[in-house]
Nanobody
Framework: LQLVESGGGLVQPGGSLRLSCGAPEFLLDYYAVGWFRQAPGKEREGVSCISGRDVTTDTITNYAESVKGRFTISRDFATNPIYLQMNNLKPEDTAVYYC????????????????????WGQGTQVTVSS
């Protein structure tokens, strides 16, 4: 399972970006997916996550306090990508963003333990600057 992120770039404060996470030729339906970020000189932190598919297509999501109300994670089980819509970006959002996944059919997810995630992408740079 190889995760691939895309959508990073340079944006001005207050702007928006949408990150995508996918796995070529692999369905992520039964995987919880999280987004993490790491800024220079700082530890990696969890940003958001979304649960995998259980017996329904319901999902739950979680967000770090620093991004609540600005970021939205979503997925459509009919297609593969998981998206992170980032609005009202701030300079402190500047970081390399990574998507990660672990197999789960529970209606639950968390980014408190990055070690729960067994699969990681290479990361995509997000820079918020005027």
């Amino acid at each position: 399972l190889q995760l691939v992120e895309s959508g990073g770039g340079l944006v001005q404060p207050g702007g928006s970006l949408r990150l995508s996470c996918g796995a070529p030729e692999f369905l992520l339906d039964y995987y919880a997916v999280g987004w993490f970020r790491q800024a220079p000189g700082k530890e990696r932190e969890g940003v958001s996550c979304i649960s995998g598919r259980d017996v329904t297509t319901d999902t739950i999501t979680n967000y770090a306090e620093s991004v609540k109300g600005r970021f939205t994670i979503s997925r459509d089980f009919a297609t593969n990508p998981i998206y992170l819509q980032m609005n009202n970006l701030k300079p402190e959002d500047t970081a390399v963003y990574y998507c990660a996944a672990y197999r789960s059919i529970m209606l639950y997810c968390s980014t408190e333990q990055a070690s729960d995630y067994g699969y990681w992408g290479q990361g995509t740079q997000v820079t918020v600057s005027s």
